[in-house]
């Protein structure tokens, strides 16, 4: 039998899970993982930026939030360039001010084999993975620090802790992203901000397009997990909205595995 929550417990879970009242962006939040944590932070209660290159995927995900209430607005940006990043800071905070969460989703995964890698395909794998969210770090996170409260949180990859299926570029900028929310953990955690990462296993989405499209790989990867099976994007709306809310307010610097037991099976 079930019963209807009684208000002290709805007060309870507001008190410790409710995002009303922040605002977030979430870079690549139109596709994948991203869209999912840009979900769950807008029903949350956040206002969200969306912040990703294609407006057809950032229009329909808007529309989708705004259709139930949620407040939610988006940026079209190229995350490839130093300028690029800037101007789509700039433009994120034109629709709900600062923010208090930024979520560093957007990647490329570009994995040739290792005598194939070129210094372009490199350039471009660390300038979206790595460069893009520590120059957002910059930018908002001694903003967060000066107010008192912030939350970073950043989407890394299996490839950051071991080699497979071709790491090559991808796997190194995923590293450089888990000791970068390290090193941000350090300067702004005393004044309020956590910054954490969160590492999937192989999950269903556009960006392992490659890999979905090949029956017997994804079969194997989910004899990999102990759950069974591989990774959605939903699986990641609920650690997304621990890790931006007050229940997490002790947790920083740590790489939380959101991937059915695949790093220990």
Not at 141 to 154: D, F, N, S, V
């Amino acid at each position: 039998m079930t019963t209807a929550a009684t208000p002290a417990t709805q007060a309870y879970l507001s008190e410790l899970f409710s995002l009303h009242g922040r605002t977030a962006v979430v870079t690549g939040g139109s596709s994948g993982i991203g869209r999912a944590i840009t979900g769950a932070l807008a029903r949350a209660g956040a206002s969200v930026v969306v912040v990703a290159r294609g407006e057809a995927g950032l229009t329909a995900t808007v529309e989708e939030l705004t259709a139930e209430g949620c407040r939610a607005a988006w940026v079209s940006a190229d995350l490839s360039t130093r300028e690029g990043v800037r101007t789509a800071a700039e433009r994120a905070v034109e629709a709900f001010g600062e923010p208090d969460i930024l979520v560093n989703s957007a990647g490329i995964n570009v994995r040739p084999p290792m005598d194939e890698l070129t210094e372009d395909v490199w350039d471009a794998t660390m300038a979206v993975n790595l460069d893009a969210p520590f120059l957002l770090g910059q930018r908002f996170g001694p903003g967060m620090a000066e107010r008192g409260h912030g939350r970073i949180l950043h989407i890394s990859s299996q490839q950051a802790h071991r080699a497979f299926v071709q790491s090559g570029a991808y796997g190194a900028s995923k590293g450089g992203l888990e000791s970068l929310a390290r090193s941000q953990a350090e300067a702004w955690s005393p004044r309020g901000v956590t910054c954490n990462v969160l590492v999937p296993g192989f999950v269903m989405t556009p960006l392992n397009a490659r890999l979905s499209s090949d029956p017997e790989k994804v079969a194997a990867l989910a004899e990999r997990t102990l759950i069974g099976r591989n990774g959605l994007a939903e699986d990641f709306a609920g650690a997304a909205v621990f890790l931006a809310s007050p229940a997490s307010a002790y947790i920083t610097g740590q790489a939380v595995f959101v991937d059915g037991g695949m790093s220990v099976h």
